[in-house]
């Protein structure tokens, strides 16, 4: 009588299915974290395209950038109107047509959100102001100004340095030190003018990143 060999995997025949499954879990886990990573970069794009347009139109509209705007509860009333802290009389830096204070950054989005120039931004129960959060790093987004050209801008802070430098790419021309000036510049905790950054080394994160709209 003959007897029947069964069939079935070995161990070494085990072992390299175990190999393939955790390199195609793997490559699917990298796939996936680079499309998400890709996703909040254009997320934080988006922001700041849509701070810098409302910026743009709130100022055809009032004359002022939003923060800089004196007397700004006589003028804005709709959507619960403007709140006694943003609504200020013109001196001291405010109508000089720079958002250039703490002060008047946190109240560029309370002006452009009672505008209704402005949607996507949360409400800080700590600071008691609206906020806009970047997708990396625990930072935010404003409107600030660069003080070397003196002009307005959108100021992005704590972001890691590769996406600093994906920023400047999508959005500056080529140079040699990519975040030492033009449409986008990065500065250090001082706050002072940097070159550039490395990843996992010389600033990075970047302390502030500021971007001329």
Same mark, same amino acid.
């Given at each position: 009588m003959t007897r029947r060999h069964e069939t079935g995997f070995t161990l070494v025949e085990l072992a390299i299915v175990l190999v393939v499954i955790a390199l195609l879990i793997g490559s699917m886990y990298v796939g996936g974290s680079a499309l998400i990573e890709r996703g909040r970069v254009v997320a934080l794009l988006a922001k700041i395209k849509d701070l810098g347009s409302?910026?743009?139109?709130?100022?055809?509209?009032?004359g002022y950038f939003p923060g800089d705007l004196p007397n700004a509860g006589t003028l804005i009333t709709a =959507?619960?109107?403007i709140s006694a802290g943003c609504n200020y009389a013109a001196g001291g830096g405010v109508g000089d047509g /720079?958002? !250039?204070?703490e002060t008047e950054s946190a109240c560029a989005l309370e002006h452009l959100i009672r505008a209704g120039l402005l949607t996507k931004a949360d409400f800080d129960n700590v600071t008691g102001s609206f906020v806009i959060n970047s997708e990396f790093g625990g930072g935010r987004v404003s409107l600030w100004f660069n003080?070397?050209?003196?002009? =307005?801008?959108?100021?992005?802070?704590a972001l890691p340095c590769s996406?600093?430098?994906?920023?400047?790419?999508? /959005?500056? !021309?080529?140079n040699a030190n990519p975040l030492a000036?033009?449409?986008?510049?990065?500065?250090?905790?001082?706050?002072?003018?940097?070159?550039?950054?490395?990843?996992?080394?010389a600033n990075d994160p970047v302390a502030t990143l500021i971007v001329r709209y």
């Open positions: 409302a910026a743009r139109t709130f100022k055809t509209q009032y =959507n619960g109107g /720079l958002v !250039n204070t003080s070397t050209t003196n002009e =307005n801008a959108i100021r992005i802070t996406i600093a430098l994906e920023l400047d790419t999508k /959005l500056d !021309n080529p000036g033009g449409f986008v510049v990065g500065l250090d905790s001082t706050p002072a003018v940097i070159n550039t950054c490395t990843s996992g080394g």
